[in-house]
């Protein structure tokens, strides 16, 4: 008689949406209550330094 295949366990199913709002609310208003401040940023502006093309040109050799 030949082995049952093995499987990969069940992954853990991602929490709802809902539930990650509020955490991130309830992060974001501890956060602003000890003091942190958002700054409001212009669209399109991005916090990445640089692109694609100025970390790739760095690892050529």
């Known amino acids: ?3 049952k295949p093995h499987r990969a366990p069940a992954k853990k ?4 949406a ?7 609310e309830e992060q974001t208003a ?3 209550a000890s ?3 958002v700054d409001q ?3 399109g ?3 990445q330094q ?3 093309y100025a970390r790739s040109s760095q690892n050529k050799k």
Do not use: D
């Open 1 to 3: 008689m030949a082995a």
């Open 13 to 16: 199913k991602q929490p709802a």
């Open 18 to 24: 809902v539930e990650t709002s509020s955490s991130i």
């Open 35 to 37: 003091g942190g401040k």
């Open 30 to 32: 501890a956060f602003l």
């Open 50 to 52: 640089g692109g694609y």
């Open 45 to 47: 502006i991005s916090g």
């Open 41 to 43: 940023i212009q669209s």
